[in-house]
Structure formats: C-alpha cells, structure tokens
C-alpha cells in the first residue's frame, strides 16, 4: 500500500474518530431525555378520554379554581418530588400578553433549592424571581396545593396542566414529543375553530370542546406522528 493511500486512510479515521466524540455527548443528551418517555399514540390518547372524561374536566376546574386570574400557570410532575413549573403573570388580553414570574425545570417543590442562577430562558424573557416560596405567595398555593394538583392528574391518567382557555392538559410524552388535550369551556365559534385549531397538523378536534394535540420535540415530527 502506497504511502499516499496510508494517509488518506488515516486522515479518515481520524476524523470519524474525531466526529464521533463531538457527537456522542449530544446523543446520550437525546437517549437520556428519551429513555424514559416510553412511547404513545393518538389511539391511547383518545381511549383515555373516554375513560377519565369526568376526572379530566376536574382537573380543569380545580386547576383554573387555584390560578388567580392575573396569572398562567403549567405544571408537569415527571416524578413523585420532581415538577417543571412555570408561571406567567398576564399583562393584557393577548395569548402571548404576559411576563415571565418562574420558570424552572426538575424541581422539588417540597424541598426547593434556589439555583445560584435561572435555567434555560429566552433573553427576551426575564425571570422575575428563583425564590419558590415568593411565587408560592403570589399564587396563595401551599404544599397541599401541588398534592393535590398531583392527584387529580393521577385520577386522570395524566402529567401536566396549563391554566387558562382552553385549559390543556398533557396526557402522556412519546419519545421527545407529548400529547395533550385542549378542554374549552364553551364550543369556539366556527370561524376560530377552522382558523385555528383545525388547520394545523399538530391540532385534531375531537368533539365541539376537546381539541387534541401533538407537541413534536427538538427533534422529530411536529405534526400527529398517528395516521388519521
């Protein structure tokens, strides 16, 4: 083998070598986001309508009941202690009309610990406060509150909540993605419905109240993954 041809080869090598360390960290990123998520579909988010119809439309209520008006919350309990919580207060009519109150991810919020500085937040976002016990205030929630947040997603089968309208309510995440439901409190008009949320391939009307979603993730399908 020439000379020529021996380092044409090792230059090669090399660089698969090479590339395969930059990329590996991001690829254990990606399985250990996925690892857990397990997988879902359409079909299973629609049978857990129709099993926990009533315990979904109670979890709308009770939620709604403990967000004052001033304010939007989401929250997600990915484990028995562990929660992601946002909070926006509201700053006119408009869907995207607020301010960032809190916003972290993987929280106790039993036991929080105030980070040294935020998590992930767009620049165009400011937090306004890292203190857990401040917002806890704001809301008027206790620890009793996040129970029974917790419990009233259990009884529907479900892991997270957004207040407002429509109230959506996530059902279950599939690989990087999540699928949720969407429970208006009166049928939209049918202008609003066919503008928005029929005419997007993530959103599916179920019935005149229930409007289905697929969230897509950083990677994979934006749109229902699930033929109709």
């Known amino acids: 083998m020439s000379t020529w041809i021996k380092i044409v080869?090792?230059?090669?090598?090399?660089?698969i070598v090479v590339g395969f360390i930059m990329i590996a960290p991001g690829l254990a990123f990606l399985w250990a986001l996925?690892?857990?998520a397990g997988a879902s579909s359409k079909a299973e988010l629609i049978q857990n309508y129709r099993t926990h119809e009533t315990q979904l439309q109670q979890v709308k209520t009770y939620f709604n009941s403990v967000v004052p008006s001033s304010f939007q919350v989401y929250i997600e309990y990915r484990e028995e202690e562990e929660i992601d919580l946002w909070v926006y207060k509201k700053t006119g009519p408009g869907e995207h009309d607020r301010t960032v109150v809190f916003q972290q991810w993987a929280i106790d919020p039993y036991d929080y610990e105030r980070p040294a500085t935020k998590s992930f937040n767009p620049a165009d976002a400011p937090l306004?406060?890292?203190d857990l016990a401040e917002v806890k205030q704001q809301l008027g929630w206790t620890d009793a509150t996040f129970r029974e947040i917790q419990q009233q997603l259990d009884a529907a089968n479900c892991i997270s909540v957004k207040s407002g309208e429509p109230t959506q309510i996530g059902f279950a995440r599939s690989d990087m993605g999540k699928y949720s439901y969407n429970l208006f409190s009166q049928p939209p008009s049918d202008s609003l419905m066919q503008n928005r949320w029929s005419n997007?391939?993530?959103l599916e009307p179920l019935n005149r109240t229930v409007v289905l979603e697929y969230?897509?993730?950083?990677i994979g399908p934006q749109c229902f993954p699930d033929p109709k």
């Open 9 to 15: 080869l090792g230059l090669a090598v090399t660089i």
């Open 34 to 36: 996925t690892s857990d």
């Open 128 to 130: 306004e406060t890292l």
């Open 200 to 202: 997007n391939c993530s």
């Open 215 to 218: 969230g897509g993730g950083a």
